[in-house]
């Protein structure tokens, strides 16, 4: 089992920059990819980012591209998300999610971290 903890979120006004953040624990060993994903209120889940393991990897969401941006640390078991020119649209809850290196779909989920953008 691999835990994940998720943090940084918090209150921003537009234009502003956020760094997420998130800690995985556990079989760690067994993950290649890790993203994020978010959820606004009454919408569906929607994918923002992922990482291979090796980072040579790295996809974004059409309506994050050149604005955030994911990094990893292999040897703290982590993984990042800058964030930069942050808009109201962007408001949401933010999941980090991790997939074995067997699996092709997300096999272990954070609680989620709230970021809120004002305008």
């Known amino acids: 089992q691999v835990q994940l903890v998720e943090s940084g979120g918090g209150l921003v006004q537009a234009g502003d920059s956020l760094r997420l953040s998130c800690a995985a624990s556990g079989r760690t060993f067994s993950i290649n990819t890790m993203g994020w994903f978010r959820q606004a209120p009454g919408k569906e889940r929607e994918f923002v980012a992922r990482?291979?393991?090796?980072?040579?990897?790295?996809y974004y969401a059409d309506s994050v591209k050149g604005r955030f941006t994911i990094s990893r640390d292999n040897a703290k078991n982590t993984v990042s998300l800058q964030m930069n020119s942050l808009k109201p649209e962007d408001t949401a809850v933010y999941l980090c999610?991790?997939?074995?290196?067997?699996?092709?779909?997300?096999?272990?989920w954070g609680q989620g971290t709230q970021v809120t953008v004002s305008s």
């Open positions: 990482i291979t393991r090796s980072g040579v990897n790295i």
């Open positions: 999610a991790a997939g074995e290196i067997s699996s092709i779909h997300y096999d272990y």
